[in-house]
Each structure stands twice: as C-alpha cells, then as structure tokens.
C-alpha cells in the first residue's frame, strides 16, 4: 500500500484475511461487512497506516480511508451477495467518495472492494477512475 503496488497489497490483504479463524466468537457475532472492517482497519493500522473507518462526508459514510505517506486510498466494501464490486464502484461514482480528499497532494485511489459473504475473505477489488 505504501508503495502503491495494488496487486501485491491484494494477495498479501487476502492471505492475510483468510488466516482469521471464522469461529472466533466475537467476529462470528458481528454483521459480515463490519467484520470485515474490523478485520482490514486491524491490519491497516498494524501496518501503520491511518485508517479511518465509516468517515463521514457530505454525501454520505465512505467505508474506510486508508492514509499513507504518497496515497490515501477510499475504500467502499460490499459483499458478493450485495452487489459486489459494481455495486462499490456505482456508489464511490454517485457520492463522490474520492472528491474530498483532491487538494491533498497525496494521489487519492478509490477502490470498490467485494467480500465473499460466508466470511470466506477477500474477492477482489478494483481501481475506481
């Protein structure tokens, strides 16, 4: 992510999220997408990025906003059942997600991200032009 090598950051996210045991019962507990959140802002922040989870904007709550030193990436998540990548790529265009963070200097990528429903990680995401 620091680098913005996209891929790699992909496989190792993925990795990464498969290794979490899905009978944790706290994590079992919780809604799939917020599970998700929790489980991607954790390995963010260790990391050391800064993350900012449900950031409110004027046109809505961006997922999360990962923070790096050259790139602030927008991140909207949705699982396959809700629309997956489409769906977070239709919404980061209709709300503007990426808009506020344009007088930075850092290069700002938006991502559509889609997660397997059952827990089961990371399906894919997709740079959002």
């Keep these: 992510m620091q680098l913005g090598n996209l891929s790699d950051a ?4 993925k990795a990464l999220i498969a290794d979490v045991p899905y009978s944790n019962k706290k994590l079992a507990s919780m809604d799939m997408e917020e599970r998700y959140r929790l489980i991607l802002s954790t390995i963010f922040n260790a990391i050391g990025c800064r993350v900012e989870v449900e950031k ?3 046109t809505g709550r961006i997922d999360m906003v990962v923070e790096v030193t050259r790139y602030i990436y927008v991140m909207e998540l949705k699982l396959s059942n809700n629309g ?3 769906a977070a790529e239709a919404q980061i265009k209709a709300k503007q997600y990426a808009e506020p963070f344009q007088a930075d200097k850092r290069k700002v990528v938006a991502l559509a991200v889609e997660l397997d429903e059952q827990g089961k990680g990371l399906i894919d995401w997709k740079e959002v032009e």
């Design 10 to 13: 992909r496989k190792y996210l």
């Design 56 to 58: 409110m904007i004027s």
């Design 84 to 86: 997956g990548i489409s």
